[in-house]
């Protein structure tokens, strides 16, 4: 209730800008979804805009236009978040089905017994036998396989 009602002070002043740091951090998931829902109706006003830092990757999923991902002190992208997980899938396969040219594309690669997953630029998903499944990634997908990816 105390962050609600901090919410429900900020929003009275009707700022064009909002600097949110981790505001839903704490919220069981109902309360988590009403506070996107009243920032989500906050936003509809044109000129209105929230910087919304958090951890939470599925509140970015459900409110974010655009990502700014800073891993290290680094950008490592800033632009529209749907375009973001356009540019990626998740690929799985046998151990077989790992061609010795596609290791250095795939991020955040995970081999074990009988096969292998993680995450590769679509651009760059030719050449993988047909037997490879490939998914959608998440925001979630790809902060895990690009944190284990070392930033030069």
Same mark, same amino acid.
């Given at each position: 209730? &105390?962050?609600?009602?901090?919410?429900?002070? #900020?929003?009275?002043?009707?700022? %064009?800008?909002?600097?949110?740091?981790?505001? #839903?951090?704490?919220?069981?998931?109902?309360?988590?979804?009403?506070?996107?829902?009243?920032?989500?109706?906050?936003?509809?006003?044109?000129?209105?805009?929230?910087?919304?830092?958090?951890?939470?990757?599925?509140?970015?999923?459900?409110?974010?236009?655009?990502?700014?991902?800073? %891993?290290?002190?680094?950008?490592?992208?800033?632009?529209?978040?749907?375009?973001?997980?356009? &540019?990626?899938?998740?690929?799985?396969?046998?151990?077989?089905?790992?061609?010795?040219? &596609?290791? %250095?594309?795939?991020?955040?690669?995970?081999?074990?017994?009988?096969?292998?997953?993680?995450?590769?630029?679509?651009?760059?998903?030719?050449?993988?036998?047909?037997?490879?499944?490939?998914? #959608?990634?998440?925001?979630?997908?790809?902060? $895990?396989?690009?944190?284990?990816? $070392? $930033?030069?």
């Amino acid at each position: 209730m &105390k962050i609600k009602l901090g919410m429900a002070v #900020t929003l009275a002043h009707d700022a %064009k800008l909002l600097l949110l740091d981790e505001s #839903t951090s704490g919220l069981d998931p109902v309360a988590r979804n009403e506070m996107l829902g009243i920032l989500r109706d906050y936003m509809v006003e044109e000129g209105r805009t929230i910087f919304f830092s958090t951890h939470i990757t599925g509140d970015l999923e459900k409110i974010a236009d655009y990502i700014t991902y800073i %891993k290290g002190g680094r950008i490592l992208y800033s632009g529209l978040k749907d375009e973001l997980i356009e &540019k990626y899938c998740l690929v799985k396969g046998g151990t077989e089905d790992l061609p010795l040219a &596609k290791r %250095k594309q795939i991020l955040g690669l995970r081999e074990y017994p009988g096969g292998f997953d993680g995450m590769i630029p679509i651009k760059d998903i030719a050449g993988f036998p047909g037997s490879v499944i490939t998914e #959608t990634v998440s925001l979630d997908d790809i902060m $895990v396989r690009m944190s284990k990816e $070392v $930033v030069a």
